[in-house]
Structure formats: C-alpha cells, structure tokens
C-alpha cells in the first residue's frame, strides 16, 4: 500500500535531480535520509553550523559557507528553532526547499528511529 502512495505522488520529485541536503542532525533527519538513500535520491549529507563533528551517524556534515544554490534542502529542525531554521535556509539560496512534515503528509517515512 505505501508503496502506491509514493507512485501517485511522484510527482513531488519530478524535475528534481539535484543534491538533497537535510538541515538539522536528529533522528528526523536521518529517517529521512535513509528514505531517500532507499529510493535512490541525491542525498548528499547534512547542513549543521553547531557541531564540531564532520559527519552524523556516517553521512558528511556541511557548514553554511557551502554553495547551496543548485540544491534542494530539506528542514528537518522540528522542535524549537523552526523558524530560525528557515531564514537560514532562505539566506543559503537553495534551488528549492521544504520541510520534514511535507514528507509525513505526502509519503510513509518509517519512523522507527523516532521510537528509542
């Protein structure tokens, strides 16, 4: 059955053949990198300027001095600083942007992570 939903909603990804970063290191981000690794996306890694680390359980850590600009990033900073979070998307220039709760409304994203 989920995999129906994610075929009548292709559409959501048409045209989108770009890098996909994910701002924010959590759980939320990670389920949903492994659903775009699973369906073969541009996942490339994750945007996070707080942390000294260079990579998130595996998966490379960006800074904001990067060109985000032939992108796509997805918001996956979900309790607290939302809106913090999207003025610093709008100020990295994306091709394109959304937010984690798009994904929980149009597709299934397996949230077992969330549950530890």
Same mark, same amino acid.
């Given at each position: ?10 559409? $959501? ?5 770009? &890098? ?25 890694? #994750?945007?996070?300027?707080?942390? &000294? ?30 809106? &913090? ?15 984690? $709760? &798009? #994904? ?13």
């Amino acid at each position: 059955m989920n995999n129906k939903i994610i075929r009548n909603n292709g559409i $959501f990804f048409k045209g989108l053949d770009v &890098d996909i970063f994910i701002l924010g290191t959590n759980k939320y981000g990670l389920s949903l990198a492994l659903w775009l690794i699973e369906r073969n996306y541009k996942f490339k890694g #994750f945007i996070n300027d707080y942390v &000294d680390g260079i990579e998130f359980e595996g998966y490379k850590i960006y800074k904001s001095i990067e060109n985000f600009s032939n992108s796509h990033i997805i918001n996956c900073i979900i309790e607290g600083r939302i809106i &913090d979070a999207e003025y610093n998307i709008n100020s990295l220039k994306p091709k394109s942007h959304n937010h984690y $709760f &798009d #994904f929980q409304k149009k597709f299934y994203i397996n949230t077992n992570l969330l549950k530890n």
